[in-house]
């Protein structure tokens, strides 16, 4: 999905989604513990479906209503029968988070597992893992784009530098308390992302496993062995990292934020400081235990007026993300007419009163750079359009929705395809979910409803359907044939597009791929269709096609027909 923004202020108050590194730690404890528990204001974005995923071939089980999710926990410990079982696959899609904090948790829980991932993620730095894996008699092997890791992880000490990410510290974290024995997580070096271990600890310590620290510089960690999650109820707290964002559109427009804890122990939350000391002038930016911030400071200093220059310094790790970001945040603002010097580790920017815009960036399928290109977009003199636009999905679903709530003005432009629907896909196609929120998979009304038809036209040679897909995801389907009452005219029986997207352009952009898939197959002729005469939204988007009511009814629904191309219908009723 290609997303073209025409620059204008915004303005109003948003909420951030829930926090999805509060998000990642809680479910995990819940996961590992007794019993069920309940976690309250969860979002699932794409990173904490895979969380979920992974959890669930560990042995736990979730069950969604609404926000919330309950969580059967998978009872770990020191003597799990879980061992016995074989390695899980592990599929961490693009999830850094969920790759580095399961590889122990799966050792201690299921002496091992078979990680996989999409994108740069197995590209990703797991070198901490390996060095002490190789100190502990662990084995690993990373092939094909395949982690296989598979040992006893034993009770003892355990160091790392400091300066990796926090995710490593995370993972030892949860994992330790588990084994049969006491154990010590040392920092060699100063920690960089202390704010992210003490959201760690605080998640486990609300699922009653407790961890001794000893205050030293830097601190050590002393997980107890034979200890036991236990089931609890909790909320997830408001997304700092993602609040970043609506606070750099603060500072160009006129936004307000909502629904934070300003006394959270996400890191991230350093961003409510970072904002006032832009008021006052301040330079230097470091940002080594808060990296994700770099793009919302980066969006914020390129529209600092008066041209003064801010560094964002210790960025070192940004080129380990997504993408490398310190290159991509360079590339994206100077196309779209900033002023962004990179270096090996920081970026220095000159602020500008506006930015000249009227280009197109890349993404870098990167939803924090896709994120900052919008929200610079707004004080562009020309309109920007942003490539690869879905990628907020990884961990921010309803931006796009969020921003133009604020009064944003977006255009998208979806990359459809149609794929023909056999015995071997259909099943994609009646799945697919009505759900608005997306909360229920397996909405069976709508099954119910469609399964039959699918069926009939992936065996039925007389019936043909189509899986009509957004950027490679499927999103809905059309179902069509010869209609025999009607003296074989071409019917479009169904038309179903993923109700997640609609109001968003994507049904009316894919009906004429389908109404050319027709006309491929059937010759330029008249193709009717029938619809309830209450579906406004579909008789709208039938009659911007070029559809229009023959005055017949079919049962209740009424018969529109297209004319054939470029010639006239010779339906008697019109």
Not at 235 to 242: K, M
Not at 532 to 538: F, L, M, S
């Amino acid at each position: 999905m290609n997303v073209t923004i025409t620059p204008g202020r915004l303005s109003g108050t948003v909420t951030p989604p829930p926090s999805k590194s509060q998000s990642h730690r809680l479910l995990i404890a819940a996961a590992l513990a007794h019993g069920e528990s309940m976690i309250t204001n969860m979002a699932r974005s794409q990173d904490i479906e895979a969380t979920v995923n992974c959890l669930e071939e560990l042995g736990a089980g979730f069950s969604w209503a609404g926000s919330t999710v309950t969580v059967r926990g998978m009872g770990a410990n020191a003597m799990s029968p879980l061992r016995r079982m074989a390695y899980p696959r592990l599929d961490c899609g693009e999830s850094g988070s969920t790759l580095r904090f399961l590889i122990p948790i799966a050792l201690a829980v299921r002496g091992g597992g078979i990680f996989t991932g999409r994108g740069r993620l197995m590209e990703r730095p797991l070198r901490p893992y390996f060095d002490l894996f190789d100190e502990k008699g662990i084995f690993y092997e990373l092939k094909d784009g395949a982690l296989t890791v598979a040992g006893t992880l034993a009770p003892g000490e355990y160091r790392l530098p400091g300066d990796v990410s926090s995710q490593f510290f995370t993972g030892l974290l949860f994992a330790l308390p588990l084994l049969n024995g006491p154990s010590a997580i040392i920092p060699t070096t100063p920690l960089e992302s202390e704010g992210y271990i003490q959201m760690t600890l605080q998640a486990m310590g609300q699922f009653g496993v407790e961890m001794p620290v000893t205050m030293s510089l830097p601190p050590q960690y002393h997980p107890q062995g034979n200890q036991t999650y236990r089931a609890a109820k909790v909320q997830v707290e408001g997304d700092w990292s993602q609040a970043a964002f609506w606070y750099a559109a603060m500072y160009l427009s006129d936004v307000n934020v909502s629904g934070l804890n300003f006394r959270s122990t996400q890191g991230d939350r350093v961003m409510a400081d970072y904002f006032d000391q832009f008021f006052m002038g301040s330079n230097d930016y470091d940002v080594s235990g808060c990296p994700d911030l770099v793009p919302p400071l980066a969006a914020m200093a390129a529209l600092c007026p008066g041209g003064n220059v801010t560094r964002l310094i210790n960025a070192a790790r940004l080129r380990l993300k997504e993408s490398d970001r310190l290159s991509s945040v360079t590339a994206v603002l100077n196309a779209m007419g900033a002023d962004v010097t990179e270096g090996p580790d920081f970026l220095e920017i000159r602020g500008k009163e506006t930015l000249a815009g009227g280009v197109t960036v890349d993404s870098f399928n990167d939803h924090r750079i896709a994120m900052m290109a919008a929200i610079a977009a707004v004080r562009c003199n020309h309109p920007v359009t942003i490539n690869a636009a879905e990628c907020v999905a990884k961990s921010y679903p309803g931006f796009w929705e969020d921003f133009e709530r604020l009064g944003g003005k977006i255009e998208r432009r979806y990359d459809l395809s149609l794929a023909p629907i056999g015995p071997d896909n259909w099943k994609q196609a009646a799945l697919l979910t009505t759900d608005r929120e997306r909360l229920n998979p397996l909405d069976q009304e709508w099954v119910t409803s469609n399964a039959f038809s699918l069926l009939q036209a992936a065996y039925d040679p007389a019936w043909t359907c189509r899986l009509i897909c957004s950027d490679g995801r499927p999103v809905g389907f059309a179902f069509f044939g010869l209609w025999e009452e009607w003296g074989n005219v071409p019917l479009l029986c169904r038309y179903m597009i993923d109700v997640d997207c609609q109001g968003r352009g994507l049904g009316a952009q894919a009906l004429p791929l389908v109404l050319e898939e027709m006309y491929a197959l059937y010759g330029p002729r008249e193709i009717y269709l029938t619809v309830e005469p209450g579906n406004t939204r579909a008789v709208r988007l039938y009659e911007g096609c070029g559809f229009r009511a023959t005055g017949e009814f079919d049962c209740t629904e009424a018969v529109y027909v297209r004319p054939a191309p470029g010639g006239k219908s010779h339906h008697k009723e019109l």
